[in-house]
């Protein structure tokens, strides 16, 4: 476990349990244009702190995204302003309507690290079109292997959206996470670890 991701003992968290699935794509995508919708349009990104923060809790408060925020800042600044990272933001009629964020450190073997829309844009079939976007993006020359993961307390339809984009399931784990109660999240009851 990171190191930032040990909490304080004298700071409440809340005990969530999630399965992880981690998955991996091993062909490229097809050169296919995406045809987004009237007044939709993808963007880099290069935010700051505050602003990626807010846009990381507008797409993933409701979905138990916490992880960021136990960085120092300054930790997170050096991941989100590394050229080997790349953020796009999809902005349409109403502003932002979603992100994802691409680890490229490894060119042989990207990583997709965030994917998601906020909570007006979903529904839509923009989440579809975004990861194909991601994937496109994110896959170089040499590369090998595309992989991402996801998990129950993510929207219900991740899972099988990645599947469907030729992502194919290697691995799940259980993970237990102790979300500390100051982040302000409301935790989904079926991610609550049984009280014993």
């Not at 809340?14 to 009237?38: K, Y």
């Not at 080997?84 to 994802?100: D, K, S």
């Not at 844009?121 to 990861?131: E, I, T, V």
Request: aromatic fraction near 10%; hydrophobic fraction near 40%.
């Amino acid at each position: 476990m990171e190191p930032w991701l040990e909490t304080v003992p004298e700071r409440p968290t809340t005990e969530v349990t999630v399965e992880v699935t981690f998955l991996e794509r091993l062909r490229p995508p097809p050169s296919a244009h995406i045809g987004w919708p009237e007044s939709y349009r993808l963007e880099r990104w290069h935010p700051g702190v505050e602003d990626y923060l807010a846009l990381y809790r507008l797409v993933g408060a409701p979905h138990c995204w916490w992880m960021r925020y136990m960085m120092p800042h300054d930790t997170l600044h050096r991941i989100i302003s590394s050229r080997q990272t790349e953020i796009w933001r999809l902005l349409g009629p109403e502003g932002v309507a979603g992100f994802f964020e691409l680890d490229l450190h490894k060119p042989e073997t990207p990583y997709l690290s965030y994917l998601g829309l906020v909570p007006g844009a979903q529904g839509k079939g923009l989440g579809r079109k975004l990861l194909t976007a991601a994937i496109s993006h994110g896959w170089q020359k040499q590369t090998r292997v595309m992989r991402v993961n996801t998990c129950t307390a993510d929207h219900p339809n991740a899972l099988p959206t990645y599947k469907a984009a030729g992502f194919v399931p290697i691995m799940v784990e259980e993970e237990h996470w102790a979300v500390p109660n100051d982040l302000g999240l409301t935790l989904p009851a079926h991610l609550l670890a049984p009280r014993i």
